[in-house]
C-alpha cells in the first residue's frame, strides 16, 4: 500500500523506520509544524521530521491538518491509509474520508484504557501492571475506534515513562506494520471496543507532577517514575523547585534501620538522602535545583546543609 506516516516525536520514530523497511511504499509524511524552543526560539525539527528528510519523502506540515491546502497536499500523494503514531493535532472527518482504507492509529494503551494523550504515564502513576498498544481505526471521538491489533508489555517496578514509551514505540511498530500487511490482505478483523473499562489519560500539567510527601511511598515512587522525563517530578526545598529524578522505596530490612520519618522531613547520611512519606521513606536519587544540573542527592544535600527538621514541599 502507499502510506503517509502522521506523527511527529521521537515515539513516532520506530515505526517510520519500520515501514520504510516493509512492502509498504512511504510516499509522505503528515507533522507538526516545527516548534520553537531555547532563549533564541529557534525553530526545532520534529524527531520525524528529521528522519523523512534523511530518507528524501516528501513532509507536509500544516498548522492545522483540515486545511484545504493541506487536504489537497495529502490527496495529491494518493495514500491508501495514512497511519498515526502520535502526530498531536485532531484529524477532520474530510482528512479521514481521504485514504481507501482510512487512518489507523498506533496508541500505547490497551484501549478502552487510557484514551488520550499520556497513556504510558497514566499507567505507571495507577500503578499498572501491565500495559500494551493497540492499533485501531480512527474516529473523530477521542480513541474509539475498533481495535485492529493489540500487544501487551509487562511494566517494570523501575520503569520510568521513557523506559515503557520506548519499548511500545518498537513493539508497536512492528505491529503497525502487520496490521497494515492485515489490511492489504483484507484479512484485519476491526474489533469494537468494549463500553466497559473505559479510563481517561489527559495530558499531565506541571501541577500533576508535584510530589505530595503525605502519599505513600509506593504512590511517591510511581508519581516520579510516570513522571519522568516529562512533565518532570519537582518538590520544592526552601522555597526553591527541585526537580526530582527517580526515588526508590526502601526494602524492610532498610525501613527497620532507618525508623520513622515524618512525610517530606530530610534524613542527610554520608551515603543517601532519605525523604519521609506517608508510610516509609524513600531514597532521593537526582535532584536538580532550579537552573543548575542534575547531581546526586548526597551532592546536593551537602551544599545545602539541611537543618534537623528540614522539610521538602513546604509551603507548595
Not at 520534529?46 to 516528501?58: D, Q
Not at 512492528?174 to 471496543?193: F, K, N, R, W
Not at 463500553?195 to 502519599?215: I, Y
Amino acid at each position: 500500500m502507499r502510506v503517509v506516516l502522521a506523527g511527529t516525536p521521537e515515539p513516532a520514530v520506530p515505526a517510520l523506520r519500520a515501514l520504510l523497511g516493509s512492502r509498504h511504499e512511504v510516499v509522505g509524511v503528515l507533522t507538526r509544524p516545527d516548534a520553537r524552543a531555547g532563549r533564541g526560539r529557534r525553530a526545532v525539527t520534529s524527531p520525524v521530521k528529521a528522519l523523512a528528510l534523511e530518507a528524501g519523502l516528501p513532509v507536509l506540515a500544516p498548522e492545522r491538518p483540515g486545511d484545504p491546502e493541506a487536504l489537497a497536499e495529502l490527496a495529491g500523494l494518493a495514500p491508501d491509509c495514512v497511519p498515526v503514531v502520535a502526530y498531536g493535532a485532531l484529524v477532520p472527518r474530510a482528512a479521514l474520508d481521504l485514504p481507501p482504507h482510512g487512518w489507523v492509529n498506533l496508541h500505547f494503551s490497551l484501549l478502552p484504557r487510557w484514551r488520550g494523550a499520556a497513556p504510558v504515564q497514566h499507567a505507571l502513576l495507577a500503578g499498572d501492571g501491565v500495559s500494551g498498544a493497540c492499533v485501531f481505526r480512527l474516529e473523530e471521538g477521542l480513541d474509539t475506534g475498533p481495535v485492529l491489533g493489540r500487544l501487551q508489555e509487562p511494566v517494570g517496578p523501575r520503569d520510568t515513562a521513557e523506559d515503557l514509551l520506548g519499548r511500545l514505540a518498537h513493539a508497536g511498530a512492528d505491529l503497525l506494520v502487520a496490521t497494515l500487511d492485515a489490511l492489504e490482505d483484507g484479512a484485519a478483523q476491526a474489533v469494537p471496543q468494549p463500553q466497559d473499562g473505559v479510563t481517561l489519560a489527559p495530558k499531565l500539567r506541571p501541577e500533576d507532577a508535584r510530589v505530595r510527601w503525605e502519599e505513600p511511598a509506593e504512590t511517591v515512587d510511581r508519581r516520579v517514575r510516570g513522571c519522568t522525563p516529562a512533565p518532570g517530578a519537582w518538590t520544592t526545598a526552601r522555597g526553591e523547585r527541585l526537580r526530582l529524578q527517580p526515588v526508590e522505596p526502601l526494602d524492610r530490612d532498610e525501613v527497620a534501620a532507618a525508623g520513622p520519618l515524618p512525610p517530606g522531613r530530610l534524613r542527610v547520611g554520608r551515603r543517601e538522602v532519605l525523604v519521609g512519606t506517608g508510610t516509609t521513606p524513600v531514597r532521593l536519587g537526582l535532584v536538580q535545583p532550579a537552573g543548575r544540573r542534575a547531581v546526586a542527592a548526597t551532592d546536593w544535600a551537602r551544599g545545602l546543609r539541611p537543618t534537623e527538621d528540614e522539610q521538602l514541599g513546604a509551603g507548595a
